[in-house]
């Protein structure tokens, strides 16, 4: 039986009806995109969206899970050209928070045929990550970020268990703790310098649980972003809580 979901566009934008159930076949000659780059965010790695990939590729997109080294914003967006490089076009472009910057940054090329946002910060031209978050109401998990002695940023296991995944069993808390990739703290102050979304269509999932990417600041972006979004009751991580309804609005961006 197929499902339906309802994607509320909280602003201008149009409301659509994702249905489920869909052949492959199908699916896929509904594309224009070819490609899926999926970005993942700080304290994570590409194994974050395991859990989608397998359902894209089942509506026939390629994808890659771009690997940043969450060492400056120069870099994670070189990382990525690199991936969009290696990709067929056209390419949906998705970031999961940090990523929802990198995306920012890197996604105006013209291969780029559409960005998802997920659970993601998407600061305005000229602003960093540090000064755009102070615009909202504070996010508890980021008091549980810890600086070690070369100036990367991890997440202690109190905030990965209480904030950034609480919502996950117990086992997959621990490997995502076990495989978090630490941030350049000097990354947060990095300054966007091209608005990839002011020129592209933009989707984007908000996590109305969210204690890392404010709620608020999110539904904030969607009205800016004219985007194209859903809303899920669940934590930062909604590509592991909710995998189908994110590879969905990724696969409604592909058309």
């Known amino acids: ?3 339906r ?5 909280l602003a201008s934008a149009a409301t659509i009806v994702i249905s489920f159930g869909v052949t492959a076949a199908m699916a896929q000659e509904n594309l224009t995109a070819k490609s899926v780059v999926l970005v993942h965010g700080a304290f994570a790695d590409g194994s974050a969206w395991n859990k989608v990939i397998p359902l894209l590729e089942e509506a026939g997109l390629d994808v890659s899970a771009a690997q940043i080294p969450l060492t400056s914003l120069q870099d994670d967006a070189a990382a990525t050209d690199r991936a969009i490089a ?3 076009g056209p390419v949906v472009l998705v970031g999961h928070s940090w990523g929802g910057v990198v995306i920012t940054e ?8 559409s960005l998802v946002y997920v659970s993601a910060f998407v600061p305005d031209l000229g602003r960093s990550v540090g000064s755009y978050i102070q615009d909202f109401p504070h996010a508890d ?3 549980h970020l ?5 100036g990367f940023y991890t997440l202690s296991d109190e905030g990965m268990t209480e904030h950034f995944a609480f919502d996950l069993p117990a086992d997959e808390i621990a490997l995502i703790a076990a495989t978090q990739g630490p941030v350049n703290s000097t990354a947060l102050g990095a300054v966007i310098s ?3 979304w002011k020129t592209k269509p933009n989707f984007a999932i908000v996590t109305t649980q969210d204690r890392m990417t404010h709620t608020d600041m999110q539904r904030a972006q969607v009205k800016k972003l004219n985007a194209t979004a859903v809303e899920v009751e669940t934590s930062h991580v909604p590509m592991l809580t909710n995998p189908q ?3 969905d609005l990724i696969i409604e961006a592909a058309k």
């Open 86 to 88: 290696r990709s067929e």
């Open 194 to 196: 091209v608005a990839a």
């Open 106 to 113: 890197a996604g105006a090329q013209e291969k780029v045929h």
């Open 5 to 9: 979901y309802v994607l509320n566009t």
């Open 141 to 143: 998990g980021l008091d």
């Open 245 to 247: 309804i994110v590879a």
């Open 146 to 150: 810890q600086k070690d002695a070369a």
């Open 1 to 3: 039986m197929n499902r």
